[in-house]
């Protein structure tokens, strides 16, 4: 199969892992376990249940596992149509309560992330006719069907919780050959339906984006925005996309020191890569390291009956005096300092 080329945003685990967590519970229906589907891929299935954020790397290399392993060619399809409110999370739930369709979807391109979307949406306009646009952020014509058809099928099971009935688009555009399950499009869109075109579009009536919803409750609406606002600006500022993937394998190696071998395998990409986008944010795998153990230190540290021993003996030194050094090193000070100042 082929490699697509990586750009460094695509390492950043911002992705809520609504989708990943759902073809968990789907694939068993197919012969295959959630954990087989996981396995090596830096997380697990209880990690996706959890609301652990995937980069759009990670969810790339479970698509083409799943794939390859159920060898169902329509499995997005039969994931995106048994999706529920519940499955788009928080943003799901705003759109409910929003005041027409339109509002609605424009809450759910600003949030997409956070509603677990793998690929970019975009709505346009132009008279009576409307569409939402898709554009795939892995050009990989293996999981792209997969990821057009899940999102659209999705979209038909939200559009008729939020417009009740069985709305039905117009048109479904998509930009790659007809798959071999290309007779099931039609049973589910009950539309036409054009392979090999310029572009991923599903063309509606622009009347329906005028259309009130039933469950809209403006102080609802209001509060969820605030949420989603506030939790889009705190993951906007976690800095470097690689430094954030790095960041997210080393917190979760419990008090192991993964080589930067083992976290370019977990990342699917190769060393030489992922140490060339460390530089370009401006720091080094060492540096990541030593800043993960130093926050997991303090936070030890700040724990009642937990010695700075057992600290240290947590984040992987043999020797309490080899610790002590490096906890000076990070942070400019002993561990007994912050015991002291805390007390």
Known sequence: MPRPKLDANQLAPDI???????????VPEFGLTARRLCAGLGFTPE???????????????????????????????????RNNLGDFGLPGFAMAAARTLSDALELG???????????????ERTGPRSAIVLTPRLRDPTVLPFLVEEFFSSVMALLRILLGGNPLPWAIELAYAAPPHAARYHELFACPVKFGEARNRMVFPSEWLSRPLAAHSPVTAAEM???????????G????????????????????????EDVARTLGVSVRTLRRRLEEAGCSFRELIDRVRARGAQQMLGERGVTVAQVGARL??????????????????????LRSIRR
């Open 16 to 26: 809520a892992p609504l989708a990943p967590a759902a073809l968990c519970d789907l």
């Open 237 to 260: 500022g976690a800095g470097s996309a690689a430094v954030a993937a790095v960041e997210q394998v080393l917190n979760r190696a419990a008090g192991r020191s993964p080589s930067i």
């Open 316 to 337: 992987g030194f043999s020797d309490v005096r080899a610790f002590r050094r490096a906890y000076k090193r990070w942070v400019g000070r002993a561990p007994g300092t």
């Open 225 to 235: 925005r605030a949420v989603l606002d506030a939790r889009a600006h705190r993951d």
């Open 109 to 123: 391109i600003r949030y997409q992330r956070q509603a677990g979307g793998m690929v970019d949406a975009a709505f």
């Open 47 to 81: 990690d996706l249940r959890a609301g652990v954020l995937l980069s759009d790397r990670q969810i790339w290399r479970l698509i083409r596992r799943a794939l390859q392993l159920t060898g169902r060619t329509d499995l997005g399809l039969e994931l995106g149509r």
